[in-house]
């Protein structure tokens, strides 16, 4: 049986292309600072074609890799190679690039803010992402932030990623992207053949859940079960259909107070500006207090709109705000807003954040 090296895999922090390497029965690989022995090597099977596999044990124990991720290395008749696009060794996180995947962490209760460019404008926005939100007006899903268009009633592409390998319509793995599936979106074209990008799994809470990040119409975040409430939407590329109003691309993300940046096909994407942050209080509001505070942080001045819009994309309130550079305080009148959540949006310029307001 031939196998593989599992360090010329995942060893390496460089970049380069993977060659295939023999392991002998009592040779030792390094990973993560842990030394592993390949205690077993055994065949799986993946789109109904035998491909290699091993396990590995270290005195921390035992890590079956074919159990958990599948082939590692696989070439067939015809077709170019094909790689498993990641996987978790010793604890740690790596793709086929060899470079780290970070998980990003979750936060509840955390506002996440990612910055937009659309038709060559950009703009900061700021919302919770615990559930599903309102943003200009707009009803996204978690994975559904702009960069992705909305499906009718927050339908989903459906995906069999409880087994993460499944059959294409072609039965084949496509070439020069990974592990291929077949999708069913719900706005009119028929299964057509996603190719997994990007792999997590993740402990959430005690629950097991599985993340990708897949290219059948641009790239976004699939799921086992709904992650509403806790991740939102990361990365997102939408230019490859004719989708409108909603033709976006995600550029970065502030998650838990960390700039990052997952724009595919970049390293890094560009830090988002952290001089424009509005905060309502006491929040939740009661309507019998009168009003809500409002405090303003800005490193520019101008002419600003606070929107108050409601769960159903209506405009409930409107202030008009000239803002100074510095910290700015002002009154929100909210005795003619019934009990429920609102979004709140704050537009100077060409910079639009937002943040939630719950009234009791």
């Not at 069913?184 to 959430?204: F, H, K, M, Q, S």
């Not at 909603?246 to 838990?256: D, K």
Request: aromatic fraction near 10%.
């Amino acid at each position: 049986m031939v196998v593989y090296d599992p360090l010329d895999y995942f060893g390496s922090s460089a970049p380069r292309e993977y060659y295939p390497a023999f392991v002998p029965a009592t040779d030792s690989v390094r990973i993560n600072g842990v030394w592993w022995e390949v205690s077993a090597r055994f065949d799986t099977t993946l789109f109904s074609d035998t491909v290699r596999a091993f396990s590995l044990f270290s005195e921390r124990g035992r890590l079956t890799v074919a159990d958990r991720f599948g082939v590692i290395f696989e070439e067939m008749d015809g077709l170019p190679p094909a790689f498993l696009e990641s996987a978790v060794v010793a604890g740690v996180k790596y793709n086929r690039s060899r470079r780290r995947v970070r998980l990003f962490p979750i936060c509840e209760d955390n506002v996440y803010e990612y910055e937009l460019k659309k038709s060559g404008w950009t703009g900061t926005a700021r919302a919770h992402l615990r559930q599903d939100t309102i943003i200009d007006g707009t009803l996204y899903r978690w994975f559904a932030l702009p960069g992705i268009p909305r499906y009718g009633t927050g339908g989903s592409i459906h995906t069999d990623l409880a087994r993460w390998f499944c059959e294409t319509d072609s039965g084949v793995i496509s070439p020069g992207s990974g592990i291929a599936y077949t999708a069913t979106p719900d706005y009119g074209d028929l299964t057509p053949t996603g190719v997994i990008v990007r792999i997590a799994e993740i402990d959430l809470y005690g629950k097991r859940r599985v993340v990708c990040v897949s290219s059948d119409v641009g790239h976004h975040y699939g799921h086992t079960d709904t992650l509403a409430e806790d991740i939102g939407m990361i990365s997102s590329i939408s230019n490859t259909w004719e989708l409108g109003t909603f033709q976006w691309h995600l550029l970065g993300a502030r998650i838990c107070g960390e700039a990052v940046g997952m724009t595919l096909g970049t390293d890094r994407a560009p830090e988002l500006p952290q001089d424009f942050q509005i905060k309502l209080y006491p929040n939740p509001a009661a309507p019998r207090t009168g009003c809500v505070n409002v405090r303003i942080t800005s490193s520019r001045g101008g002419d600003a709109v606070l929107r108050i819009v409601d769960m159903l994309g209506r405009v409930r309130k409107t202030e008009r705000m000239q803002i100074i550079p510095g910290t700015n305080f002002s009154e929100l009148d909210v005795v003619d807003l019934t009990s429920g959540s609102y979004i709140a949006h704050l537009d100077l310029g060409d910079t639009v954040i937002s943040t939630m307001l719950v009234v009791r």
